[in-house]
C-alpha cells in the first residue's frame, strides 16, 4: 500500500516536470498555430517546416494543427493566454483587431531585412495596417467563373466577355434546362463572392473598398446599380434553386451533373469537381466579365498569411521562419502542394491550367480585394452576407435589406 | 466545541454536505449571472479594453429586428414544444402493455433520447434536403412541389422543432412509462365497476395519478425549448437570414461565433433570456415551495 503510494506520487512528480518542461520555451524551440487541418495545406505545411528544420538544424519546430473552423475562435483565446511563435491568419481588415488590440506584433524589419517590399510588392497594401506590416503573406488564389466547357459547347456559348453576353450565355442555358449558376448560400459567403464581382464590375475597386470600409452608404444608388444588375439574373432564373439549403460542397453536385454550368467560386473548387470526375475538357475557368465598359477590372484574390504574436517566446527564431517562408522557391513548393498562387514575384506558379489562368489574370491588375468578409469589418460582413442571401431569396425586399444593412454601418463605423 | 458539535450535530450537517454543492453553484451560476449583467453595460470586444456604455446595448436590442425575431421563435418553440408531454402520454399508453418483445419496442421508443442531438440534426437536415430528402420524394410521389424546409424562412422554425419532438417525445414517454407503472390497478379496477372506461376513465383516474411526471415532463420540456440551440446551430447555423435564431443562438452569434464577439451586446441578450427564464423559474419553485408544505 505504501510502496504504491510513493509510486504514484513519484510518477506524478514526473508529469508536472515533464508538462512544466514543454510548456516552458529554451531557445530553439519554434511554436506554430495552424488551421491547416485540410489534406493539402496541411502537407504542405509539414513539408515547410521539415525544409526550415533543414536549414536551420538548430532549431525545432512544434505544429499545433486546428481544426479549420475552430481556428477561428481559438486564435482569440491562445493569443492572450498562451501565445505561440507563429499563427496563420488572414490578410486585410480580418487581422485589424489582432492589430488593434496589440496581440500580433509589426514584422517591419523582417520585410525590410530581406527585400521583401519589393519581393512580396503585390500584397504589401493588404499587410499594412498603420503604416506598419503585421505579418507574411505565402498565398493566394484566384477566384473567378468555373464553368462546364462542354454544355457551352454544346450550346453554342462562348465565353461571355461583357454582361450582355454573360445574360444571354444564361437564357440560353435555361431554355436548354441547365441552371445557370450554381451557389450554396446556406453559410453565406458564396453569395459575398458573387456581390463582390458584380460590384467591382459595376461600380470599380475604388468604390468596392470604400463600401467595405464603411465610407459609402449602403444606400446610395451607385450599390442600388449592382443590386439591380444581380436582381436581373435573380429574376431571371439564374441561380439554383433552394440555394439557401445548401453549402458549397453541396452545390457542387449539379455542376457535376451536368444541371449547372457555371459556379462563381475560388480556385479551391477545382480540386472537388475533379475528383467528382469532371476532366480538364469539361471543366474551364473565365474571368468575370465587365459590366460597366471602361473600369479597370479588378479581382478578389484572399491572400493567407503567417503572423507573430506579440506574446511570442521565441522570436529571434520567429523571424527567422517568417524570412523563410518568403523566400522565392520556399513559396513556389508550397504553392505547388497547396494548388494555389505564391505570392513572392521570383516564384513559379504551379503548371496546372487553372493557376497558370489565375496567375495571369492576376498579373494584369493592380486592384486586388480580399473578399467581402476579410475586406469589410466581421460585424458589417455578416449582416451584409445575411442581407445577400435574403436578397437572392426575396429580391423584392432589396430597399429594405439596404436600409438594414446602412443601420448596422452607422454602429459598425463610429 | 464538542458538546456544540454534539448539540447541533443535526443542524449542522446537512449545512456540511450542502456546502460544497452551494460553492460550485455560487462560483458557476450566480456568480457569471452578475458578472453577464455587468458586462452587459460595456461595449467589448473580448480582447481590447471595455467601454462603458450605460443601457446603449438594451436601447439597440430594443430597435433590432433579428432580437424580436429571435424572441418570437423562443415563444414558437416553448408553445409547440409542449406537444411532446401529450405525444409522450400517448406513446406511453400505447406501450404499456405486455406482449411478446415489449421490451424491445420500448428501447426502440427511446432511441431517439439516447442519441445526440447532433445526429437528430443532421438525420432531420437529410430528410428535408429539398432534392435528395426522403420528405420531398415522398411530396413528389403524391404529386406535391418539394418545400426547401430548411431554406424557407416561413418552414424553418417549424421544421427544426418537429426533430427537435422527436427526442423529446421520447423522454416524456419514458416518464409516462414510469408514471405508469405506480399506477393504483385498484383504482381503475373500481373505477371499471363504476362503468368509467376510454377518455374518461384517463382523464378523471389515471391522469390525476400521473401528475408528478406530467410536472416533471413539462419542466424537461420547458429547459429542452430554451436551450433549442444545438438543433439550431447543426440544422440551420440560425439562417436563412437569421429566421431560425433563437435568443441563446443569438446571443452565440454576437457573443462568440466568427463574426461576432461582442461581448457586451451578446450579454444584453443573456440578460433578457434569463429574466423570461426568471419568470418560469419563479414559478417552478413556488410550486416547489407549495409541495413541500403539503398545501
Redesign the interface.
Known amino acids: 500500500m505504501k510502496n504504491k503510494k510513493k509510486l504514484l506520487k513519484h510518477s506524478l512528480a514526473t508529469m508536472l516536470l515533464a508538462t512544466a518542461f514543454s510548456a516552458s520555451t529554451f531557445a530553439g524551440n519554434l511554436v506554430i498555430n495552424t488551421d491547416t487541418s485540410d489534406p493539402a495545406p496541411k502537407k504542405a505545411f509539414e513539408d515547410l517546416i521539415k525544409g526550415f528544420e533543414a536549414a536551420n538544424p538548430d532549431v525545432k519546430v512544434t505544429l499545433n494543427l486546428f481544426d479549420h473552423?475552430g481556428y477561428?475562435?481559438s486564435i482569440?483565446n491562445f493569443?492572450?493566454a498562451d501565445a505561440p511563435d507563429l499563427a496563420t491568419w488572414y490578410a486585410g481588415n480580418r487581422m485589424l483587431?489582432?492589430v488593434?488590440?496589440g496581440?500580433f506584433e509589426s514584422v517591419d524589419d523582417v520585410w525590410e531585412n530581406n527585400g521583401l517590399n519589393k519581393s512580396l510588392a503585390s500584397a504589401a497594401a493588404s499587410m499594412t495596417i498603420d503604416g506598419k506590416k503585421w505579418g507574411i503573406p505565402y498565398t493566394y488564389y484566384q477566384w473567378g467563373v468555373y464553368y462546364r466547357k462542354d454544355l457551352f459547347a454544346a450550346n453554342n456559348i462562348a465565353v461571355p466577355k461583357n454582361w450582355a453576353e454573360f445574360k444571354a450565355a444564361g437564357a440560353k442555358l435555361k431554355a436548354a434546362g441547365i441552371t445557370p449558376i450554381t451557389i450554396g448560400?446556406?453559410?453565406?459567403w458564396t453569395a459575398a463572392g458573387v456581390f463582390d464581382y458584380l460590384n467591382l464590375r459595376t461600380n470599380g475597386y475604388d468604390f468596392h473598398m470604400a463600401l467595405t470600409k464603411g465610407e459609402v452608404s449602403w444606400t446610395d444608388e451607385r450599390v442600388m446599380k449592382t443590386m439591380n444588375n444581380w436582381k436581373e439574373l435573380v429574376d431571371a432564373g439564374f441561380f439554383l434553386?433552394?440555394?439557401?439549403?445548401y453549402s458549397w460542397q453541396e452545390a457542387l453536385a449539379p455542376m457535376v451533373q451536368g444541371k449547372a454550368a457555371m459556379y462563381v467560386m475560388g480556385n479551391f473548387a477545382v480540386a472537388p469537381l475533379r475528383e467528382a470526375g469532371l476532366t480538364n475538357d469539361q471543366l474551364g475557368f473565365f474571368q468575370f466579365p465587365e459590366i460597366t465598359p471602361g473600369i479597370e477590372v479588378a479581382e478578389d484574390a484572399p491572400t493567407d498569411t503567417l503572423h507573430m504574436p506579440a506574446n511570442a517566446k521565441n522570436k529571434v527564431d520567429a523571424k527567422r521562419f517568417l524570412a523563410y517562408l518568403a523566400q522565392a522557391d520556399v513559396q513556389t513548393q508550397m504553392n505547388e502542394t497547396l494548388g494555389q498562387l505564391p505570392i513572392n514575384a521570383d516564384s513559379v506558379a504551379g503548371s496546372d491550367e487553372f493557376l497558370q489562368a489565375g496567375f495571369k489574370m492576376l498579373s494584369n491588375t493592380s486592384q486586388i480585394a480580399q473578399f467581402f468578409?476579410r475586406d469589410a469589418p466581421?460585424?458589417m460582413?455578416?449582416a451584409g452576407m445575411?442581407?445577400f442571401?435574403?436578397f437572392m431569396?426575396k429580391p423584392e425586399r432589396l430597399e429594405k435589406i439596404l436600409k438594414?444593412l446602412e443601420k448596422v454601418r452607422m454602429?459598425v463605423y463610429k | 466545541m464538542r458538546t456544540f458539535w454534539k448539540s447541533n450535530q443535526l443542524k449542522l450537517a446537512p449545512w456540511l454536505f450542502l456546502t460544497p454543492g452551494i460553492f460550485i453553484f455560487c462560483l458557476y451560476v450566480i456568480l457569471p449571472v452578475f458578472q453577464s449583467i455587468a458586462i452587459s453595460f460595456y461595449a467589448w470586444d473580448g480582447l481590447g479594453v471595455k467601454e462603458y456604455v450605460g443601457v446603449d446595448n438594451y436601447i439597440e436590442l430594443a430597435d433590432d429586428e433579428a432580437f424580436y425575431t429571435s424572441l418570437k421563435n423562443n415563444l414558437i418553440w416553448l408553445i409547440l414544444y409542449m406537444l411532446a408531454v401529450p405525444a409522450g402520454l400517448f406513446v406511453a399508453l400505447f406501450l404499456n402493455q405486455t406482449v411478446r418483445g415489449i421490451r424491445i419496442y420500448k428501447s426502440l421508443f427511446f432511441f431517439p433520447f439516447v442519441i445526440s442531438q447532433v445526429v437528430v440534426g443532421l438525420v432531420f437536415s437529410w430528410f428535408y434536403d429539398p432534392t435528395h430528402g426522403l420528405m420531398n420524394i415522398l411530396l413528389n410521389a403524391i404529386g406535391f412541389d418539394s418545400i426547401a424546409v430548411l431554406a424557407d424562412e416561413r418552414f424553418v422554425t417549424y421544421g427544426i422543432i418537429v426533430a427537435g419532438l422527436w427526442p423529446q417525445t421520447a423522454y416524456c414517454m419514458i416518464l409516462y412509462l414510469t408514471g405508469l407503472n405506480a399506477v393504483d390497478p385498484e383504482q381503475i379496477e373500481a373505477a371499471r365497476l363504476d362503468n368509467a372506461k376510454g377518455w374518461r376513465l384517463l382523464w378523471y383516474v389515471i391522469l390525476p395519478q400521473l401528475k408528478p411526471a406530467t410536472f416533471i415532463a413539462i419542466v424537461v420540456t420547458v429547459i429542452g425549448a430554451l436551450r433549442s440551440f444545438d438543433l439550431i446551430s447543426i440544422m440551420t447555423s440560425g439562417g436563412p437570414w437569421g429566421s431560425s435564431r433563437v435568443l441563446a443562438y443569438y446571443m452565440y452569434e454576437q457573443a462568440f461565433s466568427e463574426y461576432g464577439f461582442r461581448m457586451g451586446y451578446g450579454a444584453a441578450i443573456a440578460v433578457v433570456l434569463f429574466l423570461i427564464m426568471m419568470i418560469y423559474i419563479a414559478g417552478f419553485l413556488y410550486k416547489m415551495y407549495r409541495d413541500e408544505r403539503g398545501l
Open positions: 473552423e477561428k475562435t482569440r493569443l492572450t483587431p489582432y488593434k488590440s496581440l448560400t446556406k453559410y453565406l434553386d433552394n440555394h439557401a439549403a468578409d466581421a460585424e460582413a455578416k445575411e442581407g442571401q435574403e431569396v438594414r454602429r
